[in-house]
């Protein structure tokens, strides 16, 4: 089955203690982007991956970090996570980004710093 | 600045009603723009996809329409059904070599269907 996978699905954690959430997809998508979700702001773009070693920010890549090692890994790394961070973060992936190509999002993962 | 601007924030409707969202952009330069539906706790799905040259797009009872000269897009659902009850999100992306890859969303409809 496609899918995109998303570990942990909860995660709460301590300020300053460093994480990673991790993303798989099995489409063997080129394009692959982290979000963030919080109340009244909607869906903001973290970072994305166009393709194996090319990631770029978003508009709040602020606190993240992410690798492209593997085109159907891309994990989101916090290096000193924060109570602002609390949020629910989707991963995305699709076969490109112009053009008509669909994007497909993971689960979520809900993770609380305190 | 890319900005999506969504309305309403929000609307009630009968069952079987139809209803229309409205999603104004300015992103530029304009590469595609996508309506997905998300049910609460859940990623988005995606319902619409529409590049430049489309004006209208539809998927079973969702009609997406494109005016890329105002940068206005509508959805249209007909026939409402309880099932569709969630955040309706408009997302418009970019493209061009400093652009390509970014998407912004708006902040979505929440749409509530009542029997």
């Known amino acids: 089955e496609a899918q995109v996978t998303q570990n942990p699905r909860y995660l709460i954690t301590v300020t300053g203690k460093k994480l990673t959430v991790t993303c798989s997809q099995n489409?063997?998508?080129?394009?692959m982007s982290w979000y963030r979700q919080d109340p009244g702001l909607g869906l903001r773009q973290i970072y994305y991956?166009?393709?194996?070693?090319?990631?770029d920010k978003g508009d709040v890549p602020e606190g993240y970090k992410v690798s492209r090692k593997e085109k159907r890994n891309f994990p989101l790394i916090l290096e000193s996570p924060s109570p602002n961070q609390t949020s629910l973060y989707f991963c995305?992936?699709?076969?490109?980004?112009?053009?008509?190509?669909?994007?497909?999002f993971g689960p979520g993962t809900r993770l609380t710093v305190t | 600045k890319n900005q999506v601007e969504q309305s309403p924030q929000s609307l009630i409707i009968l069952e079987g009603k139809n209803c229309t969202l409205q999603c104004n952009y300015t992103v530029s330069p304009f590469s595609n723009l996508r309506w997905y539906k998300q049910d609460t706790g859940r990623g988005p799905v995606s319902l619409t996809i529409m590049t430049f040259s489309e004006n209208t797009k539809s998927n079973g009872r969702y009609t997406a329409t494109l005016d890329a000269d105002t940068k206005q897009s509508s959805l249209h659902i007909t026939a409402s059904q309880l099932s569709d009850s969630a955040s309706y999100i408009c997302v418009v992306s970019a493209k061009g070599n400093t652009n390509a890859g970014k998407s912004t969303f708006g902040d979505g409809t929440t749409l509530t269907v009542k029997p």
């Open positions: 489409m063997n998508h080129e394009y």
């Open positions: 995305a992936s699709s076969n490109g980004q112009g053009g008509s190509y669909e994007q497909y």
């Open positions: 991956s166009m393709n194996v070693e090319v990631t």
